[in-house]
């Protein structure tokens, strides 16, 4: 019953329940830091969305390039699915910039060191900018399943 086709199908749906409540969770947490303890919120929905990225990568490639699911001729053929590609790859590059920061952030705290937040509205901008996005990667999804 629970085959893996199943099963990395759920764990596809999950990582994009978990990214978008992540994602949003990141731009209000980074749009709201007034000082670095209001980090700890920012660094949390931040891992969440990293979790949500790792599973929806691993998922993906899976399911299109694992010969689980309708075979990858028909995955490279839809332009649907090139279209959701595209938009994945446009949240990428928005993500570029507030993921080095976060990252320098963390370093920056684990050294004793207080990092600068001047950049938290631009990074909140980023992360908003990719809420749509990740939305019309769902409905270009639902219209490759069907077949349109």
């Given at each position: 019953?629970?085959?893996?086709?199943?099963?990395?199908?759920?764990?596809?749906?999950?990582?994009?329940?978990?990214?978008?409540?992540?994602?949003?969770?990141?731009?209000?947490?980074?749009?709201?830091?007034?000082?670095?303890?209001?980090?700890?919120?920012?660094?949390?929905?931040?891992?969440?969305?990293?979790?949500?990225?790792?599973?929806?990568?691993?998922?993906?490639?899976?399911?299109?390039?694992?010969?689980?699911?309708?075979?990858?001729?028909?995955?490279?053929?839809?332009?649907?699915?090139?279209?959701?590609?595209?938009?994945?790859?446009?949240?990428?590059?928005?993500?570029?910039?507030?993921?080095?920061?976060?990252?320098?952030?963390?370093?920056?705290?684990?050294?004793?060191?207080?990092?600068?937040?001047?950049?938290?509205?631009?990074?909140?901008?980023?992360?908003?900018?990719?809420?749509?996005?990740?939305?019309?990667?769902?409905?270009?999804?639902?219209?490759?399943a069907r077949g349109l």
């Amino acid at each position: 019953m629970f085959t893996l086709r199943f099963l990395l199908a759920v764990l596809h749906l999950f990582a994009l329940a978990i990214g978008l409540a992540a994602v949003y969770g990141r731009g209000r947490a980074l749009r709201g830091l007034k000082d670095a303890t209001g980090l700890g919120g920012v660094f949390h929905a931040d891992n969440w969305y990293g979790v949500a990225a790792v599973t929806w990568i691993l998922t993906g490639l899976l399911r299109a390039f694992g010969g689980l699911e309708k075979g990858t001729e028909y995955y490279l053929e839809s332009h649907w699915f090139v279209g959701k590609l595209t938009l994945f790859g446009l949240v990428l590059v928005l993500e570029l910039k507030p993921m080095i920061t976060l990252i320098r952030w963390r370093m920056q705290l684990r050294k004793g060191l207080t990092p600068d937040l001047s950049s938290a509205p631009r990074l909140a901008r980023l992360t908003f900018a990719q809420v749509p996005l990740l939305v019309l990667m769902v409905l270009m999804a639902a219209a490759m399943a069907r077949g349109l």
